[in-house]
């Protein structure tokens, strides 16, 4: 594991691009079945977590959850890992079983060798040869920023991606757009700062932080939700509002509302320093209560159904009164009027496969693919969101999608060495050679 190999001329059954926890698990579960792999990663191991995030940001789960099977954080259970605690834990890992891991070596292009199998890799530092190409290079590698923005150089503008703390925002009121994880976590640290702070919700999905002493990720696993295979249909957009900061609490809009947080509805358009906004925030924060509502229900079925002792929450059901940005949704806003000098865009991101120039992404370039094993033979992607099911882009979701590929390569291994009778029997006879000549003389 380091920096200091070069690759050069390197001929590998297995190379994994990519060192997040997606490259670390795909790397154990290859080691586990003898697969010969390397691992090239153009930053540090889980550089994503480390610097690829703003400095506040804790785990979403709680420690016990959001890991490894192998491996528990140094940590009280049910406490959120920084985010440096959670790059450090992969660095860890990796450690544990000597992954093969090369870092600092960016991989630049994959194209499939004409006339003799397997592909031939570009490197920052050099050739690669490899019969199979894992692809763990994060669901989340390009911020997108969508064509609304405003072309507007009195108002500073940045992704989410690019957010490390309040300091780094000129004086003056923010306007989030957008209300998953990313953004209701970061409108509500630069509230605590002092900002006045806008927060464009859209739909979302809004679990309770916990519920009847279990945290939402434990009723989501015993309620089977994080194996769903697919997004319910209409949902496909639909963002997760979760926040393990301060300690965990469940994300309630009216109450950052009723701490002075404006909240708005979707972002519509920006014309002439004056941002519009849908008239939809009543109906997405009652869609939001409607998902948290439903969660309530199901752990309160499933705890009767299996008679649990655990104690009954009813002040789980209470809902704030809708205050006054909600009863009466601000639809247009002047920028300069309401003091707004900076927007953070926490829209997501899209993926970025420019580099592997293989038959493997259908007509709108998205990865085509069954469970990570793609219709290129040879090809496979890991980490994606859905790649298997709703866990998939997770810590502890990534790493059964690995162990099902590691599996995947290794019958095609299986494949690779059957050898028909007429074979055997020419390499059993030439194996023999040596022997029979040394027998006879
Ligand atoms: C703000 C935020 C908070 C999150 N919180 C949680 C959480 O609490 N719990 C949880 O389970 N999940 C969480 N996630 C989701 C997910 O766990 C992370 O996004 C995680 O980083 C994904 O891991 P990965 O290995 O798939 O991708 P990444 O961590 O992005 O790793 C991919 C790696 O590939 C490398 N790479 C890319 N291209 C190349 C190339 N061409 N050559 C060589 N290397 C390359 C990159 O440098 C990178 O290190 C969060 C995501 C975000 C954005």
Redesign the pocket.
Known sequence: MGSDMTVEHLQIDTLV????????AMSEHLSKLGVEHLV??????????RT???DS?????PAWH?RFPNLEFDLDPDA?AP?EQ?ADYFVEYARTFNAPIRTG????QVVRNNGRPGFTIE?SEGMIEANRVVA??????RPVIPPIAPNDSNIHQLH??AYRNPQQLPEGAVLVVGAG??GVQIAEELMRSGKQVYLSVGAHDRPPRSYRNRDFCWWLGVLGQWDAEAAQPGKEHVTIAVS?ARGGQTIDFRNLANQGMTLVGLTKAFNNGVVTFQPDLAENLARGDENYLALLDAADAYIERNQLDLPEEPEARKKHPDPACVTHPILELDLAAAGITSIIWATG?AV?FS?LKVDAFDAQGKPRHQRGVSSEPGIYF??LPWLSRRGS??????WHDAKHIADHIVTQHKYRDYRDATQRQAEGDSQAQPFRIMGVS
């Open positions: 691009v990519g060192a997040g926890q997606a490259g670390v090239l990663e153009r930053n540090r191991i889980a550089e994503a977590w690829g995030r703003w940001l804790v785990a979403n789960g959001d959120f985010k959670v070596v960016e991989v630049k490197t763990a290079t994060g669901p989340f590698q989410s991606a994880s990313s393990g991101y970025d580099w890991l980490g882009t997770f810590i502890w979701g990534v």
